[in-house]
């Protein structure tokens, strides 16, 4: 990019965009992205330039599409300032990573939202919970039903009452899911799967995603 015309407030801004370890990426209020640095290009075995113009939400696995794409919409209608949420996203390879995602509202002089402005702070390799692959299904149709009953708040014997199976076979699923997700208890395993988007955002009862869901 040519630095001439700007004042050092924009070079140092500049800089700053292209040398962050972090990958960071413009997008304007269709979120489609206006310019992405190194980083973020690298994270997803782009050349230079390859990613600009593209729907930043088509990066997103499905799992977490809806809920962020959600977010991103309150920051480009002013309603909110910024957010912090989890990102699973298909990166290189045709592979899928999780991150720390931040978006944050860029208003004008006039004080309107003008772009959005994210930051993607990926995951060290070999954390919880990678997936291998977009498709990756992660529950079977059973633990499903399981996960939906817990985050219902059903106890074990209604669980057991409605799926047909003794309360052995209700907490057998349930610890299976809790190793499954890595988790210590009900509470956690239920707003472990919140965060990586498995159950779809305003429903109620909770619904697991069916890509979640093998067949």
């Known amino acids: ?3 001439a015309g700007l004042d050092s407030a924009e070079i140092i801004h500049l800089a700053l965009f292209e040398q962050s370890v972090v990958c960071i990426a413009n997008l304007d209020l269709e979120f489609r992205i206006r310019e992405a640095n190194r980083s973020f290009a690298r994270q997803f075995d782009w050349a230079p330039g390859q990613g600009v113009g593209r729907d930043f939400c088509e990066l997103l696995h499905p799992s977490v599409q809806g809920k962020l794409k ?3 919409i309150r920051l480009a209608d002013g309603q909110s300032p910024r957010f912090a949420d989890r990102l699973i996203a298909l990166g290189a390879n045709d592979t899928v990573f999780q991150a720390e995602l931040t978006g944050v509202a860029v208003r004008s002089g006039g004080g309107r939202v ?3 402005l994210v930051l993607v702070d990926p995951d060290e390799p070999g954390t919880e919970a990678q ?5 990756h299904k992660l529950f079977s149709p059973m ?3 399981i996960l939906e009953g817990v985050a219902l708040g059903e106890s074990t014997v209604q669980l057991a009452t409605k799926l047909f199976l003794s309360r052995g076979g209700v907490e057998y699923h349930v610890s299976s899911l809790l190793r499954k997700m890595k988790v210590t208890n009900r509470p956690a395993l239920i707003s472990k799967s919140y965060s990586l988007g498995v159950f779809a955002i305003g429903q109620w009862p909770p619904r697991v995603r069916p890509e979640f869901v093998s067949d």
Do not use: G, P, V, Y
Request: aromatic share 0%; no cysteine; glycine share 0%.
């Open 143 to 145: 633990h499903a039903r």
């Open 70 to 72: 959600h977010e991103l």
């Open 131 to 135: 997936l291998a692959h977009a498709r």
């Open 114 to 116: 003008d772009r959005i």
């Open 1 to 3: 990019m040519n630095n």
